[in-house]
């Protein structure tokens, strides 16, 4: 499920050495963001940076909101200098392994990709919770060809120096067929697990 539409990545480069955050849980990336939870009124955008990828799952509009209200501490948003969300990341703790960070989804922005946002909001994200909810693990899962999420998690690993380890979670004819779809055609490809840890506050 976990899609980063953020062409052009580039191996162990991300902004994140120059973010800080302050009390407030707002942070400055440098020339073009602020890296914070996400509102409420954040939703419709988040909505739209995932329908412009073309490439995640598109969930309704209303998840999208009720996502922005529940789970605001496990996922950040990036907003340009207007205060624009550009890229958000959206996560939750799994209920029966609640030391464990589901990373849901990733975008960005056409604008503004090829940056290194993408990893940044994945160690900002994974600092706040390794330090203030006792997470241990990061958790997503990718489709097979999905090259660019497979390298935006290889090479976020190998920065925190933490195991990644594969397993098929969803094999492909758990998803239902499209009423369109050719006899003999996945319905969906395998949703790949992918698991990161043990990290350390």
Do not use: K
Request: charged share 25%; aromatic share 8%.
């Amino acid at each position: 499920m976990t899609t980063v539409q953020e062409p052009r990545p580039q191996a162990d480069r991300t902004e994140s050495s120059g973010f800080t955050e302050n009390a407030g849980s707002t942070g400055s990336t440098g020339e073009f963001t602020t890296v914070e939870s996400p509102r409420v009124t954040d939703g419709a955008a988040l909505w739209r940076l995932a329908r412009d990828t073309r490439t995640l799952d598109l969930n309704s509009p209303y998840s999208y909101l009720l996502w922005c209200r529940d789970f605001a501490a496990t996922s950040l948003v990036a907003r340009d200098a207007a205060g624009a969300p550009i890229a958000f990341v959206t996560g939750y703790l799994r209920p029966g392994r609640p030391h464990a960070l589901v990373v849901w989804q990733i975008a960005v922005d056409r604008a503004h990709r090829g940056r290194g946002l993408a990893g940044t909001l994945l160690d900002t994200l994974t600092a706040r919770v390794t330090a203030g909810q006792g997470v241990r693990e990061v958790e997503a899962t990718v489709t097979p060809d999905n090259t660019a999420s497979d390298r935006l998690f290889t090479s976020y690993a190998r920065r925190h120096g933490v195991r990644l380890e594969r397993e098929v979670l969803f094999d492909g004819p758990l998803f239902p067929r499209e009423p369109d779809g050719a006899a003999g055609t996945p319905a969906h490809q395998p949703e790949v697990l992918y698991r990161m840890g043990p990290f350390r506050d």
